[in-house]
């Protein structure tokens, strides 16, 4: 059905409704607004009060949010988002990059899918959206949150955030979900791509580097760890590698429990102290750069690798907007609208 008004032969006094069109809503984690430190400290109020990010007991976590964290450390926090922000753009990168992956899908899908994007923290926000693309006569939507891996601390709370907007409707749209992709063939070939082009003869080492999650995570059920494990065994495998080449690690570590392991600050430090003299590190559970894989990885592990004695680290970027990473969103997405939209 073409998009209408007002549904076929309905009476006068029927509401105006849209409809027939299908959606493709991509989900990135979040990003501050703007690069002050009140939009900073919004963006973290909301990303650290998310159960499935903290799950410690509200009494418990939010008065220690709210009194210590959220008053000093969004100054930091917009310190390091200065050393990357886009000043062309206005914008991070993680904000920019998401923007030009569905403007770059937009125009590969076919014609009545409408494809839009969101941030599960910060602007835009899943709800407002999800508003547009009903308004826009969306009753069929797929969702894809861009992470390779599923965590529920990542794919999990995107869709939580767009199921709880669809309990508010009194008509809420069909949704799909895209499944994790993390040892997708054409994924595996991209990032291998991309590792051959940034590294050389000259490449000591590739640290395989994941964000981190608390151990206990993998214990309760959460495959995370699992899909990590695989991702870097097929690229491995895809390039040859060897695990000494090419150890895996987690980065990111946050607050007292015991998380996933080895650390990849940890590896840095014992592949200067070895005598290592040129490394690199590729973050293939990221598919934007961001905060974390610009400052975090390529600045501030660059320091701690020439501290320790290190010459050069290199941070491979990530897939972002470039072709190889729009195929493969395009072949997923149809793969999934399948039913929804002529193959």
Known sequence: M????????????????????????????????ALTTG??????????????????PALVWQPVLRGIILNTRPAKTKKAYAEIWDQETGESPLRRYTREQAEKLAARMPEGVHVDWAMRYGVPGTAETLDRMQAAGCDRILLVPLYPQYSATTTGTACDAAYAWAMKKPWMPAFRTMPAFHDDDGLIEALADTCRRHTDETTERVILSFHGLPERYFKQGDPYHCHCQKTARLMREKLGWTTEFAPLAFQSKFGPETWLGPSTEDL???????????????????????????????????????????????????????????????????????GWVAS
């Open 268 to 338: 840095v430090e014992e592949a200067a102290k070895e005598g290592l003299k040129n490394i690199a590190v590729i973050t293939p559970g990221f598919v934007s750069d961001c905060i974390e894989t610009l400052e975090e990885v390529g600045l501030g592990l660059a320091e701690t690798f020439e501290e320790h004695g290190g010459e050069s680290l290199k941070a491979i970027p990530c897939l972002n907007s470039s072709d190889a990473f729009i195929d493969l969103l395009e072949r997923l997405c149809l793969r999934e609208l399948q």
């Open 39 to 56: 939009a900073v400290r919004k963006y973290l109020a909301e990303f650290l009060s998310d159960r499935r990010v903290v799950d410690y």
């Open 2 to 33: 073409d998009i209408a008004t007002k549904p076929a032969h309905a009476p006068a006094e029927h509401p105006p409704v849209a409809l027939g069109k299908v959606g493709v809503l991509l989900i990135n984690l979040g990003t501050p607004e």
